[in-house]
């Protein structure tokens, strides 16, 4: 049987052989360039004794084979480090935009707009410079007593009446009455564009702290428990 040269194939440092017989009169080699991750190359020696170059071959190559794991491993490495990357990027933005008042956070508390949202579900609200108030909105506010002389609480309600210059109306969706005192624009803290359901109870600390734990072993254990179950898949 003929035998392929390194001089036969250009960019082959040293060649590794596969001999498996697959019909009669067919054999088979796979080259193999000089770094683990080269790409292999598949020959067949035909009758003549000549090597034809072919792209697939018809019986699994533990070369080929380890040539795909190392490149698929790659791949996945890419889009790790693409997602990792990504996720710092949105994460550092969401960061950056509550520190600078431009998004906030509420869990609700009360259940004065039941019906709409219920307590425990997270409202998303932008700076209303971005999202300006007006009748219909929902907005996250300072309320005071009526002649101001008194912080009540923050608010989360519908403005259901008012303007800019004499200040808003405003209600709980649940509430029979609206609230008492007027509302201006200088105490409104955000206006409400959405909200997550029940998220709030997902942000309680002893979650938290078991959500940081589990995360802390995922990275830590995790490779090495990945690795553990594929020496068992060989």
């Known amino acids: 049987m003929a035998r392929l040269k390194l001089r036969d194939v250009d960019g082959l440092d040293h060649v590794e052989w596969e001999n498996p017989r697959v019909n009669t009169g067919d054999y088979w080699l796979i080259a193999l360039g000089n770094t683990e991750s080269s790409k292999p190359r598949m020959f067949r020696l035909g009758y003549t004794g000549n090597f034809a170059e072919i792209e697939q071959v018809p019986f699994s190559s533990a070369i080929a084979t380890r040539y795909n794991k190392i490149q698929n491993e790659r791949k996945r490495r890419v889009a790790r480090v693409v997602t990792e990357a990504i996720a710092l ?96 624009n200088h105490d409104i803290s955000g206006t409400v564009v959405f909200w997550i359901p029940k998220l709030g109870f997902a942000l309680q600390p002893q979650f938290v702290l078991g959500i940081v734990i589990l995360v802390a072993l995922a990275v830590t254990i995790g490779p090495d428990i990945r690795d553990f179950f594929r020496r068992r898949k060989r």
């Open 89 to 184: 990027s949105l994460t550092g933005a969401l960061v950056i935009s509550v520190l600078l008042g431009f998004l906030q956070f509420r869990t609700v508390m009360s259940g004065s707009m039941s019906g709409t949202f219920e307590v425990g579900d997270v409202l998303v609200a932008v700076n209303p410079q971005l999202a300006a108030p007006e009748v219909g909105s929902i907005v996250v506010f300072h309320y005071y007593n009526v002649d101001r002389t008194e912080f009540v609480a923050d608010f989360s309600h519908r403005i259901i009446a008012g303007n800019d210059d004499e200040g808003w109306i405003t209600k709980g969706d649940a509430n029979e009455s609206a609230d008492i005192a007027r509302v201006f």
